[in-house]
């Protein structure tokens, strides 16, 4: 999808909308103005030459064609905004568009004309259709984003903008029971600023608000089936944060690059590393390095689980794991100004249930209805407090912190450097096909 179409599509209202389908016929070289005009005027030349001597009374009555009648049903064309038009009605054939194919470098270059491997692709790619409906989505949504997003906006109004944009294009708006384990929101909106660098989101009453000179980071998910395309990006509103950015951008684009069946952890780590702490940015007077943060990490994404077991470095080390045939990645980078390296603070608003979480006996009752709500809610996918907020629980959180220290739920608290420093981040998803590797999130934008 190109930038400045969907820009202009994308920022069209819903009245628009109805408004171009009403002229379609006209954009189309057919109107019915012209219908009528030009078969007025075909028929008074046939019907001249025929009555000449004849008298008026036995002319034959004009007859008129019919006017076309618009399709029954027909739907919106474009994408509203904010984004409210569910994604299905835009690609009525149910097929989304690709990500951007890469072809496998060195000894696996051969896959892309190997035919063993093209239809190894072919028998198993049920799933490709669903990453690429999450994908679709994020960019619609994303891009909306970028373009309204302003300073002077608070971190709640941010988030649920961007939440309630994804689960109207997923057609899934999650308050009826496990409905948003059909699709939605992968995870929580990420909304991190300056210093910090992750899993920060608004809780209720937050009252924080965007201010010009903020770096922040917005990072979310979408899901269908549980097939999570996690993407993020960072908006800054000053010039002076550019080079920042576009160290990190740089980094992350080097990792997509290496990435690729049988490619060691080590050594994307390492090309990470090379490429975004070739960059400094001068802030205020002062120059800085950027430096990786070396304890954030890439990772392996599965079914319903955004962490899966492998993670993706982003500096050198000795990890000697192979990425494989059939997997997804999420490629993510982060630059900081300051020590690249965070700690937990600030409060917690991410939560997860635990794949492997033990069965035991819970002797709190909010904490099992608690658990119950999650399960058939969430499953295994990331959530909030403000979606337990939505889903009308109340006083639950003693039950939470009681699953927290049961192990049945993990906590995510935010993550971050020192104060004073500022940190980017860009994120993208990956699919190592048999025969190709897809970015799937990779956008016009980033």
Request: glycine fraction near 10%; proline fraction near 4%; hydrophobic fraction near 30%.
């Amino acid at each position: 999808m190109s930038a400045k179409a969907t820009e202009g599509l994308q920022s069209l209202s819903i009245g628009d909308e109805k408004t171009i389908i009403g002229k379609s016929n006209g954009v189309n070289g057919f109107s019915e103005k012209d219908n009528v005009d030009h078969d007025d005027s075909d028929d008074d030349k046939e019907e001249g030459a025929l009555a000449e001597g004849v008298p008026e009374g036995a002319k034959k009555r004009k007859k008129r064609k019919p006017k076309k009648k618009k399709a029954a049903g027909a739907g919106p064309k474009t994408q509203s905004s904010p984004p409210r038009v569910i994604l299905s009605s835009l690609f009525p054939n149910g097929q989304y568009p690709e990500g951007e194919l890469q072809e496998y470098r060195n000894e696996n270059n051969y896959r892309t004309t190997s035919e063993e491997k093209r239809h190894l692709d072919r028998m198993n790619n049920d799933f490709l259709n669903e990453y690429r409906h999450g994908a679709e989505i994020h960019r619609q949504v994303r891009q909306w984003a970028q373009r309204n997003v302003k300073p002077g906006q608070t971190l709640t109004e941010i988030a649920e903008g961007i939440e309630d944009s994804v689960r109207a294009l997923t057609g899934h708006p999650g308050l009826e029971e496990g409905d948003n384990i059909k699709g939605g929101m992968g995870f929580p909106t990420g909304l991190n600023i300056n210093h910090c660098a992750a899993h920060y989101s608004p809780n209720a009453g937050n009252k924080m608000v965007l201010q010009k000179g903020d770096v922040m980071k917005v990072d979310f998910g979408v899901h269908m089936n549980g097939r999570i395309v996690d993407s993020a990006w960072t908006m800054t509103f000053d010039p002076v944060y550019d080079n920042l950015l576009a160290a990190v951008k740089d980094g992350t684009n080097t990792g997509i690059r290496e990435a690729g069946i049988d490619v060691r952890m080590s050594d994307i780590g390492a090309a990470i590393q090379e490429a975004m702490e070739s960059y400094e940015v001068e802030i205020g007077g002062q120059t800085f390095p950027v430096k990786c943060i070396r304890n954030l990490n890439g990772h392996s994404i599965h079914q319903y689980s955004i962490h899966g077991d492998k993670s993706v470095p982003i500096v050198k080390g000795g990890d000697q794991t192979k990425m494989e045939e059939g997997e997804t990645f999420a490629i993510e980078t982060f630059g900081s100004t300051g020590k690249g390296y965070v700690r937990d603070d600030m409060e917690t608003s991410h939560y997860a249930k635990r794949a492997d979480a033990p069965n035991v006996s819970l002797r709190i009752s909010s904490a099992r209805i608690l658990l119950n709500t999650i399960t058939k809610n969430f499953g295994t996918l990331p959530f909030c407090r403000r979606y337990l907020d939505r889903l009308g629980q109340d006083k639950y959180l003693l039950g939470l912190n009681n699953l927290v220290s049961s192990g049945i739920i993990e906590a995510y608290p935010p993550l971050c450097d020192i104060k004073g420093s500022y940190t980017a981040q860009f994120e993208h998803t990956i699919l190592l096909r048999p025969n190709i590797k897809e970015v799937i999130s990779r956008g016009d934008d980033y």
